[in-house]
């Protein structure tokens, strides 16, 4: 079974970091693109970072400005999200994605999401 | 960098058909993909490239793509369609990812 496990949520203060984690299984993880999407409590999907399948190639929204580095073990199996300089805004549940191949096709599995929680 | 734009809110009655908009500047030459959210739960794909659907999809999916409005049509709507559905395309222009505002889906 394919599946997306997100780990490394949980309450942070302003200013602090926070390392995500998405452990995959069921498939051949070094195959495939990886995406991290985020959902503000009540609000809609964000996209926040892509990742090609070797990690050689990164993508950013422009909120993330230089704060999040997407990256990758493929020996692991693990995606990461490391995420620095935090504000109140980032708060959002962050969901890891396959994607069907390639960096510009769909998201077809979705992890349940890990937490985040930006506040003093 | 693309915008698009998705009406917050549609309804419509059990056995019906439902249709939501996605629209947005030249999205007639992007793949369009729609996801289904369900309260508590994580994204579902329910229709990628305009109007592929995945395994375990049910044929009452569908989706267009045409004149800068992509439309996921869902036919014979059941109560568990009930949802927020997402549009989301590729912005070549800028290598963003961007997805619709959401539509709140309510089964009457």
């Known amino acids: 079974e394919v599946q997306l496990l997100e780990s490394g949520g949980g309450l942070v203060q302003p200013g602090g970091s926070l390392r995500l984690s998405c452990a995959a299984s069921?498939?051949?993880?070094?195959?495939?693109?990886m995406s991290w999407v985020r959902q503000a409590p009540g609000k809609g999907l964000e996209w926040v970072s892509t990742?090609?399948?070797?990690?050689?190639?990164?993508y950013y929204a422009d909120f993330v400005k230089g704060r999040f580095t997407i990256s990758r073990d493929n020996s692991k199996n693990t995606l990461y999200l490391q995420m620095n300089s935090l504000r109140a805004e980032d708060t959002a549940v962050f969901y890891c994605?396959?994607?069907?191949?390639?960096?510009?096709?769909?998201?077809?599995?979705w992890g349940q999401g890990t937490m985040v929680i930006v506040s003093s | 960098s693309s915008v698009l734009t998705q009406p917050p809110s549609a309804s419509v009655a059990p056995g019906k058909t439902a249709r939501i908009t996605c629209g947005g500047n030249?999205?007639?030459?992007?793949?369009v993909h729609w996801y289904q959210q369900k309260p508590g739960q994580a994204p579902v794909l329910v229709i990628c490239?305009?109007?592929d659907r995945p395994s375990g999809i049910p044929e009452r999916f569908s989706g267009s793509n045409s004149e800068n409005t992509a439309t996921l049509t869902i036919s014979r709507v059941e109560a568990g369609d009930e949802a927020d559905y997402y549009c989301?395309?590729?912005?070549?222009?800028?290598?963003?990812?961007?997805f619709g505002g959401g539509t709140k889906l309510t089964v009457l």
């Open positions: 994605a396959k994607q069907s191949t390639t960096v510009t096709t769909a998201f077809d599995i």
């Open positions: 069921g498939f051949t993880f070094a195959s495939y693109a």
């Open positions: 990742i090609d399948d070797s990690g050689g190639s990164t």
């Open positions: 030249n999205i007639v030459i992007s793949s």
């Open positions: 490239y305009d109007n």
């Open positions: 989301q395309v590729w912005d070549s222009s800028s290598d963003h990812w961007v």
